[in-house]
């Protein structure tokens, strides 16, 4: 069965940082690309960050560009978000999603989430 | 970037009633449009993909329609089930965006 588990969320000072991850199951990670989709409390889906399945190109959301990187471990089967500089408008439910095969950008299994607060 | 406007942003039915949601591209983005459902306190499912393939194990009452800049989601009767909250998003080109939802309920 196909999954994606996240963790790593949690309350944060502005500026601070958090690193999000990604347990994946069920597939081989290093076959698919893989994203990082956010959504404010209350708010629709906001793209935040894709990696291509072999690593040759990353993209990101103008707004997190030079704040977030985003990496994969296939030997652990796991994807990151590393999260730097945070400020109160990157308040949101953080899930991770795979790419359907060789469909950049067609996301077609996502975990259930993981919570990120920015507050003082 | 590609604006995607989604209407309308909320509408009520009734249980068999046929259901129908727009989303409007700023600019040609072929047939690269996927439609999701998100239930409260869940991750987005992936309903529809290339703007009119059914994904495998989505109901048949789900369906998608359009090409260009013009799409059109439909459920032919509503379910009680399908209470949720829908989303269409482009992958045409980065950054990948999404319409603003539709809320549905009964």
């Known amino acids: 069965q196909v999954q994606l588990v996240e963790s790593g969320g949690g309350v944060v000072q502005p500026g601070g940082s958090l690193r999000l991850s990604c347990a994946a199951s069920?597939?081989?990670?290093?076959?698919?690309?893989m994203h990082w989709v956010r959504q404010a409390p209350g708010k629709g889906l906001e793209w935040v960050s894709f990696?291509?399945?072999?690593?040759?190109?990353?993209n990101y959301v103008d707004s997190v560009k030079g704040r977030f990187t985003i990496s994969r471990d296939n030997s652990k089967n796991t994807l990151y978000l590393q999260m730097n500089s945070l400020r109160a408008e990157d308040t949101a439910v953080y899930y991770c999603?795979?790419?359907?095969?060789?469909?950049?950008?067609?996301?077609?299994?996502w975990g259930k989430g993981t919570t990120v607060a920015v507050s003082s | 970037d590609i604006q995607m406007t989604q209407s309308p942003s909320s509408l009520s039915a009734s249980v068999g009633d046929r259901v129908t949601i727009t989303c409007q591209a700023s600019?040609?983005?072929?047939?690269?449009l996927t439609w999701y459902q998100q239930k409260p306190g869940k991750g987005p499912r992936l309903l529809i993909y290339?703007?009119?393939s059914l994904e495998t194990g989505v109901p048949s009452r789900f369906s998608g329609s359009g090409s260009g800049t013009d799409f059109t989601f439909t459920i032919s009767s509503l379910q009680p089930e399908d209470i949720a909250t829908y989303y269409c998003?482009?992958?045409?080109?980065?950054?990948?965006?999404f319409g603003g939802g539709t809320k549905v309920e009964i």
């Open positions: 999603a795979k790419d359907k095969y060789r469909r950049v950008g067609l996301m077609d299994v």
């Open positions: 069920g597939f081989t990670l290093s076959n698919y690309g």
């Open positions: 990696i291509r399945y072999d690593e040759s190109d990353k």
């Open positions: 600019q040609d983005i072929t047939n690269y």
């Open positions: 290339d703007a009119s």
């Open positions: 998003q482009q992958y045409d080109s980065f950054p990948l965006t």
